[in-house]
């Protein structure tokens, strides 16, 4: 399962859905959205106000989901690839 964490530094929710993620063993890449502004145009034309958002596969979301990264865990698994981009 191929996941990305947009992000930006000083974000208690990025850092929060980082953490997370980490505690649960799922694998992410992170994108900085101060530094990738072709990124964070996608994320604005998408609609997303707010980061994180976290893409995983087949579904997208944005702010701290605890329930979100808890359900993404148990989905893991084995089938894991590199992380996904928009």
């Not at 930006?8 to 993620?21: G, H, N, V, W």
């Not at 530094?35 to 958002?53: S, Y």
């Not at 698994?77 to 928009?86: H, S």
């Amino acid at each position: 399962m191929a996941v990305t964490v947009y992000s930006k530094p000083s974000c208690p929710q990025c850092d929060a859905t980082k953490r997370q993620l980490t505690a649960l063993g799922v694998p992410f890449a992170v994108v900085d959205v101060t530094q990738d502004a072709q990124a964070a145009e996608l994320l604005r034309t998408a609609g997303f106000m707010q980061v994180p958002v976290v893409l995983a596969d087949n579904d997208i979301w944005s702010g701290y989901r605890p329930d979100k990264i808890k359900q993404l865990a148990a989905t893991a698994g084995a089938n894991r690839r590199e992380p996904a981009t928009i």
